[in-house]
């Protein structure tokens, strides 16, 4: 978030590890409340930084871990209002949870359509330990000796 955009006493989602241009993140995200806003010039920059301090808020009182403790972080580590994150958190769960579901439910048809297809095979006569079927390929693969078994053909006779 851009400085001008923090006011002390809200909570914001904070990362460490949040990369340049990264709007959202689930990876060790922190709920911090604003202290204050400064800005200070780091040895070998030309430019001031802009820092912020905080408190840590702990997710279920929504109350500072420890008030006595702030500590001092980038401002562009901050990203999004705390309400804003979770509201997105939990769209993004309920994405992946349904996703999940979908999966599912396709695995489920692929499996069914696999053991019909096995089923009508052995139903012809063929062999279950002489075939494969390949969902990568979309291919079944059946033994040479065993296809010319379960059509009739003679192995020494020349099909024409």
Known sequence: MNANQLWA???YAWSEYLRRG???????VKRVRVIKVSQKVMWGNEKASTFV???DIDEDTEEPENQERTRSV???DIF????????ERERREVERAKKIREQAAEEAARNAKDKRLKDALVAKGLDLSSFAIDRYTNQVKINRADLERWLGLDAEQ???
Request: hydrophobic fraction near 30%; glycine fraction near 4%; charged fraction near 40%.
């Open 9 to 11: 006493g809200s909570d």
């Open 74 to 76: 980038r401002a562009r």
């Open 53 to 55: 301090e905080v408190w």
């Open 80 to 87: 999004m209002h705390w309400d804003e994150y979770a509201d």
């Open 158 to 160: 020349e099909v024409a």
């Open 22 to 28: 990264e709007r959202y993140t689930e990876n060790y």
